[in-house]
């Protein structure tokens, strides 16, 4: 059974209270948390602010996914604004091997995001260190996109590559996640699916989640 992680991205903010119960009452394992700069990607969300508020909202996993340069300025405010997983992008990062020294240092999971045109290869020399591979079925930046089908084949050499070593490190797909891929997507061996505009465009986004999670 997958982790659901639906991304508040697409939550109405007026109404977050709302939509954190809707979660909180939902079979939803985590709150998937995007992180947007306007330099990393060409568009701007939220940051360690509004972090801690769903921080207070819930006792589910606090999933942060940060799209932003020099994320390690900012892996301290985010463990004190509550982040139980702390994801950084591999492109992000010159110097990733530290990235992750930092973030494990704080005490949260270290997760590493690899945008659509990165090859998976390049996280052979810090996949034992890590506790999540975020694969981006699009390109980050917005809610809303379709998946990138190329995705799934990156999904088997990774699923291989961690199994081969015996690893635990749960593989996250990010983007485009619908009930209609939602099991295509597992088959090939994710472990955690976040799902913005599925979740939240729903006419019932707790029977959306049960669905999800049900494959
Ligand atoms: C994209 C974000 C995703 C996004 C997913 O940059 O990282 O988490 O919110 O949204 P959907 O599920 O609508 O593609
Ligand atoms: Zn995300």
């Known amino acids: 059974m997958a982790i659901i992680a639906p991304s508040l991205l697409s939550a109405n903010f007026l109404q977050l209270k709302d939509d954190c119960d809707m979660l909180n009452k939902s079979q939803a394992d985590w709150f998937h948390l995007d992180v947007m700069d306007g330099r990393f990607v060409p568009n701007i969300s939220?940051?360690?602010m509004l972090v801690e508020f769903f921080r207070k909202?819930?006792?589910k996993i606090c999933d942060v996914h940060l799209m932003i340069e020099e994320p390690g300025n900012y892996a301290e405010a985010f463990k004190k604004a509550g982040a139980d997983i702390l994801t950084v992008h591999i492109e992000a990062c010159p110097h990733l091997h530290r990235n992750i020294q930092q973030i494990k240092s704080l005490g949260m999971q270290a997760g590493v995001a690899v945008n659509p045109h990165t090859p998976i290869s390049l996280l052979k020399d810090v996949l034992k260190d890590i506790d999540l591979v975020c694969l981006m079925?699009?390109?980050p930046g917005?809610?809303?996109?379709?998946f990138i089908p190329n995705t799934i084949q990156k999904i088997k050499q990774l699923r291989t590559m961690i199994d081969e070593q015996s690893l635990n490190v749960k593989i996250e797909i990010?983007?485009?996640?619908?009930e209609q891929n939602a099991q295509q997507i597992i088959a090939?061996?994710?472990?955690?699916l976040v799902a913005g505009s599925?979740?939240?465009k729903s006419s019932n986004p707790i029977a959306t989640i049960a669905n999800l999670k049900s494959m």
Do not use: E, H, I, Y
């Open 142 to 146: 917005f809610g809303g996109q379709l």
């Open 198 to 200: 599925t979740v939240f």
């Open 137 to 139: 079925s699009v390109n």
């Open 46 to 48: 939220f940051g360690p």
């Open 174 to 178: 990010d983007g485009g996640v619908t």
């Open 57 to 59: 909202a819930t006792t």
């Open 188 to 192: 090939a061996g994710a472990d955690v």
